[in-house]
């Protein structure tokens, strides 16, 4: 008996609405995010993630109302990413009720507010995102690179050590997410997971390219993932948590049933 | 009037656990405070607390009303830590460079790497893969917690349910009769602990849904008697 690997149903949310896109474009609605948050609670989510993909920060007080509806009824662990850029919305988000923050482009743009972020509220309210799309090189070794805004733009960092170094900064668990496979339903880059996970002690989410109950379980056996991220198979009715969570007690994943 | 007072010093997720508590107790009022002459006239105590053990005492005592309230108002009447706020309990901490902690229970604070098994890998021989760590660092997630002893706290709950965990430091009691619960992670460590009318979880009940609302539940409904 031991530590049960978790299923984190994912919540992109615009302008208060739940989307889902392929690639990050071709957005498809997906519900009232308090609605979908509290279906994926009955279901035996372990954690959910809200991330807020708003372009207009006009709107950014919408995700906190979401968070504040969610946290009053849904009594597990909540994730908020987007648009985190100062200790003072960290704070914002965990009043409103969030357990931790997930930080992107900011942790790019100045990676000693990890450290101060982490120092502040702890190590494990702060969940580094790296968003990872792997590149080609001349001498063929796998490489990684990561991208902020969204997934917009380049930054010529190599996702290996930056995962090493947000870990030693500071960052209590990274999500990572695979940029080549996100909204593919191909499944996770498990050479990606699995590389990040054997270099960082501390828990990694996988994320990006969940199509079937399969993926999830391959993203533990092989990806040697702590958590799986999933979005669209479960907002479309596809799969509950509870028959991912079954299917992957039966490929002998210890899960909470 | 019974209310319902939970400890402000700064550091975690203090509304969660004031809307947990609301959740489960529509007749008694809650509030989040730093107000010594409130918390000693407290019903019901909670003393919550995420991140640095350094932080969390350096708030206390910066406040020597609210520190001899706090320990006063600790000796009677029910009350319930959680995290730091178990954590806080014990005669010492490894964390923030090794501090002293309030000493109501016996035993001491480590962290999880002074256990062998944490820096332990295994290579994946199955998928050949690179080597893995097999104890991450904080423990997070959802584990067993086997009830030890029996209290009023575990009432209605399964032995060996699952509550949610985020902490780096663990609880080691010297003192089994106050060991209520262990859980397992590369070592035994002490999940729940209690003595008279002080009960303490390492997991956050307020973030384990049904098995923690029951927690709290249970909690709002003690007199602080074994």
Wanted: glycine fraction near 10%.
């Amino acid at each position: 008996m031991a530590l049960a690997k978790r299923i984190i149903p994912c919540l992109d949310v615009d302008r208060g609405r739940v989307v889902k896109g392929v690639k990050f474009v071709d957005i498809k609605d997906a519900g009232n995010p308090v609605e979908v948050a509290r279906r994926y609670d009955e279901q035996g989510a372990d954690e959910i993630t809200f991330l807020d993909i708003t372009a207009s920060s006009d709107d950014r007080e919408t995700i906190v109302n979401v968070v504040e509806q969610v946290a009053s009824e849904v009594f597990i662990p909540l994730t908020v990413g987007g648009g985190i850029r100062a200790l003072k919305d960290i704070h914002r988000m965990l009043n409103a009720g969030a357990d931790k923050v997930s930080i992107n482009t900011t942790a790019v743009k100045n990676p000693e507010f990890i450290r101060q972020a982490s120092q502040h509220f702890g190590n494990q309210c702060i969940v580094v995102a790296i968003d990872a799309k792997q590149v080609n090189t001349e001498d063929r070794i796998p490489k990684w690179e990561i991208f902020t805004h969204g997934g917009r733009n380049p930054t010529g960092i190599d996702a290996i050590e930056w995962s090493v170094k947000m870990a030693q900064y500071g960052a209590g668990e990274l999500l990572v997410t695979s940029m080549d496979r996100d909204g593919t339903k191909d499944g996770f880059d498990i050479d990606l997971m699995s590389r990040i996970t054997a270099a960082v002690s501390v828990p990694v989410i996988a994320s990006g390219g969940v199509g079937n109950l399969d993926h999830l379980a391959q993203g533990v056996l092989k990806g040697h993932a702590d958590a799986v991220l999933a979005a669209s198979i479960f907002h479309f009715g596809e799969y509950t948590v509870g028959e991912a969570k079954r299917y992957m007690a039966k490929q002998g994943i210890e899960v909470r049933t | 009037m019974g209310k319902i007072v939970i400890v402000d010093l700064g550091t975690g997720n203090l509304h969660s656990v004031c809307k947990a508590i609301e959740h489960v107790s529509s007749t008694k009022s809650v509030c989040i405070t730093n107000q010594p002459s409130v918390i000693r006239a407290a019903e019901y105590l909670i003393l919550p607390g995420q991140g640095a053990i350094g932080t969390w005492f350096n708030q206390l005592q910066s406040n020597p009303e609210l520190e001899q309230a706090v320990r006063d108002r600790l000796k009677s009447g029910p009350c319930l830590g959680i995290c730091l706020g178990l954590q806080a309990l014990l005669e010492h901490s490894e964390e923030s460079g090794g501090i002293n902690g309030l000493g109501i229970l016996g035993g001491s604070v480590k962290h999880f790497s002074s256990n062998p098994h944490h820096a332990n890998t295994y290579l994946d021989k199955k998928n050949n893969t690179t080597p893995q760590i097999t104890h991450k660092i904080p423990h997070m997630g959802w584990n067993e917690v086997r009830q030890t002893l029996p209290h009023p706290l575990w009432q209605g709950i399964a032995d060996r349910e699952r509550f949610y965990f985020v902490h780096s430091y663990y609880v080691h009691s010297t003192h089994p009769q106050q060991i209520m619960g262990q859980c397992e992670y590369g070592n035994l460590f002490t999940a729940a602990a209690a003595k008279g009318n002080l009960f303490a979880t390492q997991f956050h009940p307020e973030k384990s849904q049904h098995a923690g609302l029951q927690l709290l539940k249970n909690f709002v409904n003690w007199n602080g008697d074994v």
